[in-house]
């Protein structure tokens, strides 16, 4: 009887086990227990933590005394923009360096030399990721280091012509002279060809102008010349120079050159002041400046001296003094026979 009421209460007492068991221990005990230990920890690492803030905020004053000093020293050189890159680079080197340190002192098992190593892979994919701004970082510490143009030049870059107003870490911003704002990758400027335009303290301007074929070169060189030294602004050291040049189809060409101040402002002013007056001078010398003009000259090339080089009318009236023959007539009265040339009459037809 025994064995059997056992048997009968086992079923009972295996589902009381299972509800156990799938039940969740809720007990707080263990939750305020893992919190408590936490806070021991916390308390064990506190002066570690203030050790390791104090260290960072030297490390941050020590970033921003240096940022400090290399601006002004670079400003003292009038190089503020490379100052500024400079202070940047190494603020930011001694803060990284001072976080590693802090964070050594408050994990005393890290060690960086191991965390820099465990970034190595990481850094690849960061360095591709990056590689453009990379590139333009360089390129933008290479333009300052190097100085081909400083802030104030006025250059060509790209199909792009201004005066340049920054120069950035990332790109170079560019005012152009109609008013606009151009920002150029450093990495396109460092890579292709740069105009500067103010690279020296003068520049060479040059212009065209048409005279016709009868009229004296020599007496327009010298008005030419006269007006070029006469305007104001233009160096006569190189002296202005107005040289014959091409001859046209309609005109012979002289070129005017003069030299300026290199800034586009000063060179626009003075060439428009120069064409103004050259046209002045030379309409009142009464030297013509003629528009192209074109000559079409038809002939039906039946004359007897068509086809012979230099003899050959091409079109012109025939001198007074020649008797100018139809091409079959030459032929019959030089052979005596009657020329194939000759127009035949149309035959009659019968109505």
Known sequence: MAAQQDNNSSPDSSSTAADTAGQIDLNPAIAIERIDSWLDGLVRLLPNIVVAIIVFIVFWMLA??????IKRTTESRGRTNLGEVLGGFFKAAILVFGGLIAATIVVPTLNPGDLVAGLGVSSVAIGFAFKDILQNWLAGL???LRQPFEVGDQIEVNGFEGTVDHIETRATI??????????????DIYTNAVTVKTGFDFRRSQYDIGI?????????QKIILDVLKDVKDVETDPAPQALPWDLAASWVTIRARWWTNSHKADVVGVRADVIMKMKRALDKAGIDMPYETQVHLFHD????????PGEQREGWPAPADREV????????????????TRRKKPAKTGS
């Open 174 to 187: 560019m005012k152009t002279y109609d008013g606009q704002k151009v920002v150029i990758p450093n990495s």
């Open 325 to 340: 023959k139809p091409r079959y007539k030459a032929i019959e009265e030089s052979t005596g026979k009657k020329s194939s």
């Open 142 to 144: 290479l333009i300052l």
């Open 212 to 220: 016709g074929y009868g009229d004296d070169v020599e007496e327009a």
């Open 64 to 69: 921003k005394l240096v940022k400090r000093v």
């Open 301 to 308: 090339q039946t004359e007897d001296r068509d086809g012979q």
